[in-house]
């Protein structure tokens, strides 16, 4: 399958708990993004990357929130002291090096619920 | 700021019918694409449709097609023979051009699609 990859697809936590998900892009994909998704709303966007560069950050990111992508391939997305608040579906999606995308991919998405 | 309206929380259609999805947008770059998103209970997200700010024809992709009226802002999705399948929750997305830095897409809040046998 060569299509994003999101690990885990399930996440249960307690509150105050620091929860770490990962995001495998498509190979040949330079731009990598982040969304959160609450029920019956659309993705918000959180933050994005090009290459292992971080390039915009949604205010939507608190100080708990932290993104990387060391290498400019698979990306983490960190957050810290967990909150009910934070229960969503984390999605990340992947595009490829061309100037202007038609389609982003995504990938399942992880679904975190905080206790 | 950039901004995705879409005013339909629900719509019911009859299979074999066509539907309109409704979606306007605002932006001030002159660089944008539209994009329309499908997502079933299973959770993906499915893309149906691309619409560039500069092409001058509404995009088709099978029983899909957008129609782009760019002066009035709107990009509605129109879904041909509807199926059993279609029931879903749907997406309009934009993205602004490279030309402003700015590459991430913002998301309506959907229109949850019943298909009635």
């Known amino acids: 399958d060569t299509g994003v990859s999101q690990d885990p697809r399930h996440k249960i936590t307690k509150r105050g708990q620091n929860v770490t998900f990962r995001c495998d892009p498509i190979?040949?994909?330079?731009?990598l993004y982040w969304y959160r998704q609450t029920l019956g709303q659309g993705p918000e966007f959180l933050t994005y990357?090009?290459?292992?560069?971080?390039?915009?950050k949604s205010r939507l990111l608190s100080d708990r929130f932290s993104a990387e992508r060391p290498k400019g391939s698979f990306s983490t997305l960190e957050i810290q002291r967990t909150e009910q608040g934070d229960s969503a579906m984390y999605l990340c999606?992947?595009?490829?090096?061309?100037?202007?995308?038609?389609?982003?991919?995504f990938g399942p998405g992880t679904r975190l619920t905080v206790l | 700021a950039q901004k995705i309206t879409q005013t339909q929380p629900g719509m019911f259609v009859q299979e074999k019918e066509a539907v309109t999805l409704d979606c306007t947008y605002d932006?001030?770059?002159?660089?944008?694409?539209l994009f329309w998103y499908k997502q079933p209970s299973s959770g993906e997200m499915i893309f149906l449709i691309y619409?560039?700010?500069?092409?001058?024809q509404n995009a088709t992709e099978g029983r899909y097609s957008l129609n782009f009226q760019k002066a009035r802002k709107s990009a509605n999705l129109v879904i041909s023979a509807s199926q059993l399948g279609d029931s879903a929750m749907y997406f309009c997305?934009?993205?602004?051009?490279?030309?402003?830095?700015?590459?991430?897409?913002?998301f309506g809040a959907g229109t949850r699609l019943f298909v009635k046998a």
């Open positions: 190979s040949e994909h330079n731009r």
């Open positions: 999606a992947s595009t490829p090096p061309t100037e202007l995308y038609n389609e982003q991919f």
């Open positions: 990357f090009q290459n292992e560069a971080q390039l915009e």
């Open positions: 619409q560039g700010s500069y092409d001058q």
């Open positions: 932006t001030s770059d002159p660089s944008y694409g």
């Open positions: 997305a934009m993205r602004e051009g490279g030309n402003t830095g700015g590459f991430k897409t913002i």
